[in-house]
């Protein structure tokens, strides 16, 4: 993984200090919180319904064991010894003191981290699929290419105050992981037909009050030019971008208005004045990134392991987790491993000190010191011998991250809701418990196959519900919680936003409701094989909306 240089520490520990130098004069009353606002949004710090909330920065997803003990020390010791992963990859904190953060980002600059460009209107965290590097079906690893965007816009000045916060999200593998189609930016690393490597570029996608699917302005983009496009997009983006209303500043609202194509011109006549230029990256640049991510020190081995296949076929339970919780690896005799941050009557990417302390011993026994976070709020050991999945298995049912829901309805993205955020309109968290609980029976998941359930608690969408299978919205109506439900969204190469069915629900009834979706999925579909996305695809929303509305508890509300 990435080494910091000494331009990266040098920065990250000058950042430090002069937040604590703001934060004294602000708790002296030097600053006023008008004043302070901006200054601690750039590092990442909220104040929250409850309490202030920190956002850690955790580029493209990827964490050391040293890194992930860290985090879990300082949630001990500042927080209430736990965190929240995000569906950005970051790690949040929502308990800590407001004196002690400058504290928790002088030890987080220990072990190379910060909470830098976590927030505000700045390029945030880039995203990038978290088989990054070992996926089978990778054409190019996306991880240097995550690097070097992060390197560019981290303090880029032209970036720093743009019409609102912007996302960029990278993948290279046949099945898009990393939901590109969303992102104010994707982009695609690939190979043209001559075998040269650039990116295919989307732009305009996004969530939130208005969500958009992005729209591909250029198929392909020597990776030389990449920084000199990406800033060409920017610039069109900082000149044309709504400041005066922030319902209409995200970029996909600009390429609304400008038309694909008009926006598209602008940027390539932005791009006819940077190409070339000053930010062309050379090969050696793209050697030394590269550099950072070569491969450990697999051994030669077998694909098929003799004493696996025996506990595979011996013992069930472990089947069931190999078969969702393991991901194909392109190395023969290994397997990625995911790391469920969804066991029942646990809030959906929480994990406690004691958790983070036993997935950093795993990682460091099985998986060369390395783990990984995924937008789907799980955490991932990507280089595991098929020989050791048995004993790692073992030891991580009995601290709660072994469950075999992964791709499953029990697999549920979920942002913290109205139980800590001040923009939510309603609580998220019980209603993913109440789910959850109502589809306990492993078996019956297993059985009802893949199903992405996406929760937010508010219109901004961080918890994806636009793109889930299901997707559920929490809304105020007269100063009451309730929930917007949607059918049909998927992310990937197939990205589609899912269509409300139809009135919301009181929180008693949402679980009625879901289970009575499934109930119609179950008796519709041709054959034990259709997933749930085609059938609903298949048939449209009627019959669900039909037995929705016509169940007795629901119909009587």
Request: proline share 4%; aromatic share 8%.
């Amino acid at each position: 993984m990435y080494r910091y240089d000494q331009i990266d520490r040098t920065l990250v520990s000058q950042r430090v200090a002069q937040f604590r130098d703001q934060m004294r004069r602000h708790l002296a009353g030097e600053l006023s919180e008008d004043e302070f606002r901006p200054l601690r949004l750039q590092n990442g710090l909220y104040v929250q319904r409850q309490a202030p909330m920190l956002r850690i920065a955790i580029p493209y997803g990827m964490l050391s064991a040293v890194q992930l003990r860290t985090l879990a020390r300082i949630a001990r010791t500042y927080d209430r010894g736990y965190g929240h992963f995000t569906t950005r990859q970051n790690l949040q904190l929502n308990w800590p003191k407001l004196e002690t953060v400058p504290d928790i980002l002088a030890e987080l600059a220990e072990v190379e981290m910060h909470a830098i460009q976590t927030s505000g209107n700045c390029i945030r965290n880039t995203t990038t699929d978290q088989f990054a590097g070992v996926a089978h079906d990778e054409l190019v690893d996306p991880r240097p290419y995550s690097e070097l965007i992060r390197q560019w816009s981290t303090f880029h000045p032209e970036f720093a105050y743009l019409p609102r916060k912007f996302k960029i999200a990278v993948s290279s593998s046949i099945e898009d992981r990393a939901a590109t189609f969303v992102h104010d930016i994707g982009l695609h690393i690939l190979r043209n037909d001559a075998g040269a490597i650039g990116a295919r570029v989307i732009v305009g996608g996004g969530l939130g009050r208005t969500p958009v699917i992005g729209s591909v302005i250029r198929e392909f983009v020597p990776r030389a030019e990449l920084i000199n496009y990406l800033e060409a997009i920017l610039r069109v983006y900082n000149r044309f971008g709504r400041r005066d209303n922030k319902y209409k500043a995200r970029i996909k609202i600009l390429v609304r208005e400008l038309s694909v194509t008009g926006f598209a011109a602008a940027v390539e006549a932005e791009f006819a004045h940077l190409e070339g230029g000053p930010a062309v990256v050379p090969d050696a640049e793209f050697t030394r990134l590269e550099s950072s991510f070569t491969a450990p020190a697999y051994e030669t081995l077998a694909d098929a392991d003799a004493a696996f296949e025996r506990a595979r076929h011996d013992n069930r339970a472990f089947a069931r987790w190999v078969e969702q919780n393991t991901f194909g690896h392109k190395v023969s005799g290994y397997a990625a491993v995911t790391l469920s941050l969804k066991a029942p009557g646990v809030p959906p990417g929480d994990a406690t000190s004691e958790q983070m302390d036993v997935v950093a011993d795993l990682a460091e026994r099985y998986s060369f010191g390395e783990v990984r976070v995924s937008h789907e709020q799980n955490l991932i050991l990507a280089d595991v011998r098929k020989a050791d999945l048995f004993a790692l298995w073992q030891e991580a049912r009995p601290a709660g991250l072994a469950t075999p829901n992964i791709g499953l309805i029990g697999n549920i993205i979920c942002c913290p809701g109205g139980d800590f955020c001040s923009l939510a309109n309603a609580k998220s968290i019980p209603i993913a418990a109440a789910i959850a609980a109502r589809f306990d029976d492993l078996d019956y998941q297993h059985d009802l196959g893949p199903i992405d359930l996406n929760i937010s608690g508010c219109i901004n969408s961080c918890g994806h519900h636009h793109v889930g299978h299901i997707g559920i919205l929490g809304v105020d109506k007269d100063g009451s919680e309730w929930y917007q439900v949607t059918l049909g969204g998927s992310q990937g190469r197939e990205t589609a936003l899912g269509r409300v069915i139809g009135r919301a629900f009181a929180a008693d009834e949402i679980a009625d409701a879901i289970e009575a979706i499934i109930g119609v999925y179950v008796a519709s579909r041709r054959d034990d094989e259709e997933a749930f996305i085609d059938t609903v695809r298949r048939i449209g929303l009627a019959p669900f909306r039909e037995r929705v509305y016509a169940t007795p508890v629901l119909e009587a509300a």
